[in-house]
């Protein structure tokens, strides 16, 4: 499940310097989403209706916020960090709790991915960490998603988007 940041926020990402650095696979932005909850192999059908029931317990404001810089997660991972969607998160946790693999058991850390490091390749992230980017969003829907590898990353396919309605906004 996932939400995607509309072209304004992405047209920020996409200006961050993405220097040439060997072992470092960069992005883009047709890549650019936040998880919510990854379930692996699962019934399709079965996360649809799980989906379906995602509430936040009434019309609460949700809204993303970017940045507000370049960070890194451990040393494969360079990120855009995304924070507001906690509880969004908690809520499609909740309902699919029993579809796909299970929930994975650590803190929600919302983020954009905008780099991978190859294994062994040993690049330093230090250094590519920092910049500063912000922005803000009111997400309008969460997406179920596929996700497919290949040798050029993953490829995203939006299998069935819920409203607003899941994010409190009312029909």
């Known amino acids: 499940m996932a939400v995607w940041p509309p072209a304004e ?5 996409e200006a961050l310097e993405r220097p040439e650095v060997a072992g470092l696979r960069w992005t883009d932005r047709r890549q650019w989403h936040v998880t ?4 692996g192999r699962a019934d ?3 996360a649809r209706r ?26 494969r991972v ?6 507001g969607l906690e509880g969004l998160a908690r809520a499609v946790v909740a309902a ?7 929930p994975e058991d650590r803190p929600f850390a919302g983020h954009l991915t905008l780099g991978r490091v190859a294994r ?7 250094n590519l960490t920092g910049q500063a980017i912000t922005g ?25 988007r819920f409203h607003p309605h899941v994010l409190g906004a009312g029909p």
Do not use: I, K, M, N
């Open 50 to 75: 799980a989906l379906a029931e995602v509430t936040l317990g009434g019309p609460v404001p949700v809204e993303a916020v970017l940045g507000p810089e370049v960070g890194r997660f451990g040393h």
């Open 136 to 160: 803000r969003w009111p997400p309008t829907e969460v997406d179920l998603v596929e996700s497919r590898l290949s040798s050029e990353g993953a490829s995203y396919q939006v299998v069935e």
């Open 44 to 46: 399709v059908d079965a």
């Open 9 to 13: 926020v992405l047209d920020r990402v």
């Open 120 to 126: 062994g390749a040993g690049v330093d992230l230090r």
């Open 96 to 102: 699919t709790a029993g579809v796909g693999e299970p």
């Open 36 to 39: 919510l909850r990854f379930l």
């Open 78 to 83: 360079l990120h855009v960090p995304v924070s």
